[in-house]
């Protein structure tokens, strides 16, 4: 299948700075990539949607400002952080669809853990 | 939006029998519902999918079912291992919202050896 790369895995950082997490299709194009949140044993919760060349498109209750996200090219996505507090310790995840015709299986990056200390 | 609910949350079988999860979504337009397993720390794994024009698909010792009229859809896997313990997700989603996943709430499931 499909490979998607996520970096970096676990990242720690102090309340105030900004963390960048890249996601990346390695042997495919993505028009569109999807960003999540995983708090412990909870589900995944979508927070935007990344669309390459134009705006993200944010769930109710992101603040966009917040988790800023640039998608310059097909294979590239990131998400930053911005001012990250101890809240915003979690798993982030990306996904990554095909650009295919039919509905296609998105495939997971590996994941960053988030701890803001 | 779409809603996707999934029971139970937690589910413990003996190694060798069955588990049954069972998701209920909320849009008649969602046409594709793939199955998640997620070790801990770990990214989803695909395990099985189904879209909307099929009834039941099967893999192995994993089968899913799709009722589109009642709007649920189940897994079920056969003679369960120790490895088979993990959580799993289902989800739905709909090519018009480009291919934007809602996933239930998780099962955690123990297969007890």
């Known amino acids: 299948g499909a490979v998607v790369s996520q970096h970096p895995s676990r990242v720690i950082c102090k309340s105030g700075t900004s963390v960048k997490i890249e996601c990346r299709s390695l042997?495919?194009?993505?028009?569109?990539m999807f960003w999540y949140r995983q708090f412990p044993k909870q589900s995944l919760m979508l927070m935007a949607t990344s669309n390459e060349g134009s705006k993200a498109t944010y769930e109710q209750g992101v603040e966009k400002d917040k988790f800023l996200i640039n998608h310059a090219s097909l294979t590239l996505s990131t998400l930053t952080v911005t001012s990250a507090h101890p809240e915003d310790s979690s798993f982030y995840i990306c996904s990554a669809s095909g650009t295919g015709g039919a509905t296609t299986e998105a495939f997971f990056g590996q994941g960053t853990r988030l701890t803001v200390v | 939006g779409e809603n996707v609910e999934q029971h139970p949350s937690t589910l413990s079988v003996q190694e060798g029998d069955s588990a049954v999860i069972k998701c209920t979504y909320s849009?008649?337009?969602?046409?594709?519902f793939p199955w998640y397993k997620q070790e801990l720390g770990k990214r989803p794994q695909l395990i099985i999918d189904?879209?909307?024009?099929?009834g039941e698909k099967k893999d192995q010792r994993i089968a899913v079912t799709l009722n589109k009229t009642a709007k649920h859809f189940s897994l079920h896997i056969t003679e369960t291992q120790p490895e088979d313990s993990a959580v799993y997700f289902c989800a739905a989603s709909k090519r018009a919202a480009g291919n934007k996943l809602t996933f239930g709430g998780g099962t955690r499931v123990l297969v007890k050896p």
């Open positions: 189904i879209r909307s024009n099929v």
């Open positions: 042997d495919f194009q993505a028009t569109t």
């Open positions: 849009d008649s337009a969602s046409n594709y």
